[in-house]
Structure formats: structure tokens, C-alpha cells
């Protein structure tokens, strides 16, 4: 069956990064434009990315560009998410999910906490 | 940026009533919207895409209508199982959540 299982979240303090991982199963990857959602805690869902089924166009939401980078590597099945200069408020569980439209199914998620 | 506007915020129904949700887009944009239901702790599921198109194994009391720049959700007869949050997303320009709509019993 459809899989994505995220990892790599974790504490940080500010001013640090972190590689947010999502590794796919089941589909054929490289068939899919592949996202990166964000939920802070107790808040609703935020577009943080999504990228193009051959890697090479990216788009970002406005506010987070030039601090996180999506990428992903077709040969290994895997998404990922370059953080970087995270703030207080980029605590939030961040979830890797298939497809800019008809977005699903979703990873778990994992949670990335920015707190000094 | 298209801006999604979802309503109401939250809502408390009984076990067999009809619910309805909308969502106001800040642009035209013609039927590029999906619908997710989020339980507590869990990931979100898409229920409705295209704006009207119910998603395989999604139950048939889920609906949704609208083009345009308005659009409405209906759960015909609220179950148990329907409770959590609802949320509308547009990809007509990259991608945008409405609030959410919590929904209880």
C-alpha cells in the first residue's frame, strides 16, 4: 500500500536547521509532484512547498522562501526538507504528502520544535 | 496570493443533522479546489477534489459544489466518526488552506 514515513524532525534551538526526510512506498515516485505541509500546534494547515515529479521546479509560500529548500532523490524514493535560521515560529509538525492537488495520503508527520 | 476564507470556524451538530461548511476564494478560481477532514492527532484525508468529485471510498453523505470564487461542503446526516477538522485548499496558484472548520457533537 501507499506509504510516506517522515523523519528527522526534532528540538533545535534558534537559528538552527535541520534535513526533514520522507520516504516513499507503494506508488512510483517519480510519477508524482511530491508537497511539504506544515501544522503549528492547536493551529491549521500551512503550504510550505511542493516539487515537480523530475525535481527540477520548486515553489515555495512566500514567507518561507530563501530559508527552506525542498529536493528529492527519484533513485532512493525520498523527499526532503532543508531548514534553516528556524524561528519559535516554525514549531510545528511538518508532513510530507503526494500530490499539489488531490493531495494524499499524507505521512504521519514529524515534529520539528524551535525553543531556546 | 489567493487567500481562502472558511466558514464557520467551528460548529457543534447533532448525530443525524446536515452541516454545511463554505469557502470564499479571494480570486476566480474556476473549480481548483479539494476538501480534506482531519481527526484529532491524525494526518488529513481528502474527501472531495475538483470541487464536487467524491474520492474513492469516501461515504456518499459528503458533498461539495461551487465554482467560481464560492464553494459549500455538506455532510448530509452527521455520524460519530465525522468529527474533527475541515479544511477547503485551492491549487489553482500554488496552494492555500482555508482555516478549518472544527466540527463536533
Known amino acids: 500500500q501507499v506509504q510516506l514515513v517522515e523523519s528527522g524532525g526534532g528540538s533545535v534551538k534558534p537559528g538552527g536547521s535541520l534535513r526533514l526526510s520522507c520516504a516513499a512506498s507503494?506508488?512510483?515516485?517519480?510519477?508524482?509532484?511530491m508537497s511539504w505541509i506544515r501544522q503549528a500546534p492547536g493551529k491549521g494547515l500551512e503550504w510550505v512547498s511542493y516539487?515537480?515529479?523530475?525535481?527540477?521546479?520548486?515553489y515555495y509560500t512566500d514567507s518561507l522562501k530563501g530559508r527552506f529548500t525542498i529536493s528529492r532523490d527519484n533513485a532512493k524514493n525520498s523527499l526532503y526538507l532543508q531548514v534553516s535560521s528556524l524561528r519559535a515560529d516554525d514549531t510545528a509538525v511538518y508532513y510530507c504528502?503526494?500530490?499539489?492537488?488531490?493531495?494524499?495520503?499524507w505521512g504521519q508527520g514529524t515534529l520539528v520544535t524551535v525553543s531556546s | 496570493d489567493i487567500q481562502m476564507t472558511q466558514s464557520p470556524s467551528s460548529l457543534s451538530a447533532s448525530v443525524g443533522d446536515g452541516v454545511t461548511i463554505t469557502c470564499q476564494a479571494s480570486?476566480?478560481?474556476?473549480?481548483?479546489l479539494d476538501w480534506y477532514h482531519q481527526k484529532p492527532g491524525k494526518a488529513p484525508k481528502l474527501l472531495i477534489y475538483?470541487?464536487?468529485n467524491l474520492e474513492t471510498g469516501v461515504p456518499s453523505r459528503f458533498s461539495g459544489s461551487g465554482s467560481g470564487t464560492d464553494f459549500t461542503f455538506t455532510i448530509s446526516s452527521l455520524q460519530p466518526e465525522d468529527i474533527g477538522t475541515y479544511y477547503c485548499?485551492?491549487?489553482?496558484?500554488?496552494?492555500?488552506f482555508g482555516g478549518g472548520t472544527k466540527v463536533e457533537i
Open positions: 504528502a503526494r500530490g499539489k492537488a488531490m493531495i494524499g495520503p
Open positions: 516539487i515537480s515529479e523530475s525535481g527540477e521546479t520548486k
Open positions: 475538483d470541487a464536487s
Open positions: 507503494g506508488f512510483t515516485f517519480s510519477d508524482y509532484y
Open positions: 485548499q485551492q491549487y489553482h496558484n500554488l496552494v492555500t
Open positions: 480570486q476566480d478560481i474556476s473549480n481548483s
